[in-house]
């Protein structure tokens, strides 16, 4: 059988359409410690019966005159290696170390699939299995879904009993179908009278160099409380406080007029929450910091900002070409700083019975600021700042802030990221509204279906 072509998003045309002869340096490692009894040809088979069920797992790019095409592949060859660590020196350091390493791996982007994996042993009954995925085929939410379908697949092949998968309505293929598609006369007229006169942006770095990420120290579950309490008192989202601190400290540097690009998981729709592939989005969210408001006149600024934005929602691949301004001086760009926060950052895990015995199955973590991607034509998206915040089970927020290390030297990327956590315990102080519980609360992941989770979808 032949391939099928399909349009690619926004988000991948330009992508790839960056890269020179279809090369890529950098993929998305997701990884899982497996305890107990693998059986690794059933895991094999589970990989296949996804790669089957997933387009994306399939899916290639090709140019086309001025536009980039998804290739969809029948079959593709799997690529799962064995390697072996049992009875190496600290094996759990080399497991990470070669993980980082292989994240960096050339990869051809017209040549399927867009992923590969290796699993390591560590012993007779610990392994680590990490995948690596490009980022034109997968994001953070994917990350999720997969997890919860290969245990799914996995438990089935280890069994022999059939796979019970909800079906899936939408592959990425359709998805981007639909958003060239798009069009919304109001909001466009919107987003055009919205981003009329831009304020001007950082400076861009020349190809080369890397990026790197600063871990923002831990902000404790008791100011996350009460940050919470005032988000309900106001009538906002967690997030938008988050946000209205960040902008807040950062405006001797931005001055009044402020765009920033707020992450978005592209999953409103249930059909979509099943799928692999990216369809994460950027929404450019303007506000007005003039006259220096009470924090919590600024809180409700931003909360109405990201709230009309919402309402006028576009793929920001329409909303680039409805701006007025030409923006090639601007390297294509809407803002300089993007902002990506995540409620429910917490891992899973999962127990298979079969009948060589159990398999425990957990979340693997991976430390981001040791992931330090080369800055090269790879990188459409480049921007000098972006901030990453999760909330965690325990109820703190941890998070990094992404620099370009041309742009930013180690000591002020430090400062960044730690002023930003010290403001958020300070207004979190000068802002209670009521005492605190004695212990932290535990924060349950929402939002996300069954078995899955919404992940960093930034990167």
């Not at 019970?164 to 939408?170: G, S």
């Not at 409380?225 to 938008?240: D, F, I, P």
């Not at 989005?281 to 809180?299: A, I, K, T």
Request: aromatic fraction near 6%; glycine fraction near 8%; charge should be positive.
């Amino acid at each position: 059988m032949d391939p099928i072509h399909h349009p690619s998003t926004y988000y991948q045309r330009d992508w790839f359409s960056a890269c020179r002869d279809a090369r890529s340096w950098f993929s998305t490692p997701v990884a899982w410690n497996l305890t107990g009894a693998l059986d690794p040809a059933a895991l094999t088979r589970a990989l296949e019966s996804l790669t089957g069920r997933h387009d994306a797992l399939r899916t290639s790019f090709r140019s086309r005159a001025d536009d980039v095409d998804q290739v969809v592949w029948p079959t593709v060859q799997i690529d799962l290696r064995t390697v072996d660590l049992f009875g190496a020196p600290r094996p759990e350091a080399a497991v990470d170390d070669r993980i980082v390493v292989e994240s960096g791996r050339l990869r051809l982007l017209d040549s399927p699939p867009l992923w590969h994996g290796l699993l390591f042993r560590l012993g007779p009954r610990r392994h680590v299995l990490a995948l690596f995925i490009h980022h034109l085929v997968f994001d953070g939410w994917s990350h999720g879904v997969l997890r919860d379908e290969l245990v799914r697949c996995y438990r089935a092949e280890a069994t022999g009993r059939p796979v019970r998968l909800p079906p899936l309505r939408v592959q990425p293929g359709r998805f981007a179908q639909w958003e060239r598609g798009h069009r919304d006369p109001a909001a466009e007229a919107w987003w055009h009278d919205r981003l009329a006169a831009l304020p001007p942006l950082s400076p861009l770095p020349q190809v080369g160099g890397h990026f790197v990420s600063r871990a923002i120290p831990d902000v404790p579950w008791e100011a996350m409380v009460t940050l919470g309490r005032l988000a309900q008192a106001e009538g906002v989202g967690v997030g938008a406080v988050l946000l209205a601190v960040l902008l807040a400290a950062r405006r001797p540097v931005t001055g009044d007029d402020v765009v920033i690009g707020m992450t978005r998981a592209g999953r409103d729709r249930p059909e979509l929450q099943r799928v692999v592939g990216p369809l994460l989005d950027h929404v450019p969210v303007r506000v007005d910091l003039s006259g220096r408001p009470p924090f919590r006149e600024l809180l409700h600024r931003v909360h109405r900002a990201h709230r009309e934005a919402m309402a006028h929602q576009l793929p920001l691949g329409l909303i680039r070409r409805v701006v007025p301004e030409d923006l090639g001086p601007r390297g294509g760009r809407l803002y300089d700083t993007r902002y990506n926060y995540l409620p429910y950052g917490s891992a899973r895990s999962g127990v298979i019975t079969a009948p060589g015995g159990e398999l425990t199955v957990t979340d693997r973590a991976l430390e981001p600021t040791r992931l330090a991607p080369r800055h090269t034509e790879d990188h459409p998206e480049v921007l000098p700042l972006s901030y990453v915040l999760r909330h965690q089970r325990d109820g703190a927020l941890r998070g990094e802030v992404c620099v370009h290390d041309g742009l930013y030297s180690a000591a002020r990327t430090a400062e960044l990221a730690e002023s930003f956590s010290t403001a958020l315990v300070r207004v979190a102080r000068e802002e209670a509204v009521q005492p605190l519980p004695a212990r932290p609360p535990t924060v349950a992941p929402a939002g996300a279906p069954a078995g899955v989770r919404h992940r960093d979808a930034a990167r």
